[in-house]
């Protein structure tokens, strides 16, 4: 059974930090680029990072390029956002997704190709 828990979420002030998990089961980790996804209420939902499968490549929105950073373990089937400098305007459902893409950058991929999605994790940053 295919599994992603996102974890982490939670309420912090604005300039603080967040580390949010992504553990995986159910299909082979290694072989699956991760993404970060966001939706804001009232917004649609927009790609945050990616990190391809093997080679690592990653990808930022302008938005949260230099404050957020993607990682993953693959040995403990689990992806990582870490979140610092938090602004208001990141409050969000952050989502994890999986792709099945081996040797591709991830960034090439739009959402809708993403093969697993998570449920979701609050993330509410107060000014």
């Not at 993607?70 to 989502?95: C, G, H, W």
């Amino acid at each position: 059974q295919v599994q992603l828990v996102t974890s982490g979420g939670g309420l912090v002030q604005a300039g603080g930090s967040l580390r949010l998990s992504c553990a995986a089961s159910g299909f082979t980790f290694d072989y699956y680029a991760i993404g970060w996804f966001r939706q804001a209420p009232g917004k649609e939902r927009e790609r945050v990072s990616c990190i391809s499968s093997s080679h690592g490549s990653t990808f930022y929105a302008d938005s949260v390029k230099g404050r957020f950073t993607i990682s993953r373990d693959d040995a403990k089937m689990t992806a990582f956002l870490q979140m610092n400098s938090l602004k208001p305007e990141d409050t969000a459902v952050y989502y994890c997704a999986a792709l099945n893409a081996v040797q591709a950058m991830c960034v090439i991929f739009d959402e809708d190709e993403y093969d697993y999605w998570g449920q979701g994790t609050q993330v509410t940053v107060s000014s």
